[in-house]
């Protein structure tokens, strides 16, 4: 069985009606940080999953479509205003 992880996603979508698209999808599966990146807990069969399911969204030669596992979110760096709020913490 595989244990959930935390991964981070992007994309770049040239078109905006794609954009769109993959944006409202990957609202659904994973939670917003900035315009065009996420993030999620998931296994990698999930996150595999979700990228096979938006890839049809995209044109191959002109978007891209990322996912890295990362630390969990408690234990990222940051400045300024937390990216994520209090969403992860205790």
Known sequence: MQHPGWYLIAYD???????QQIHRALR?????IQRSV???RATVAEVTQLLDDLMPLLAPHEDALCAWPVDEPTR??????????SVFTG
């Open 13 to 19: 979508v040239r078109d905006d009606h794609r954009l």
């Open 28 to 32: 659904r599966a994973a939670m917003p």
């Open 38 to 40: 996420f993030v999620t």
């Open 76 to 85: 990222w760096w940051t400045s300024g205003i937390p990216l994520l709020g």
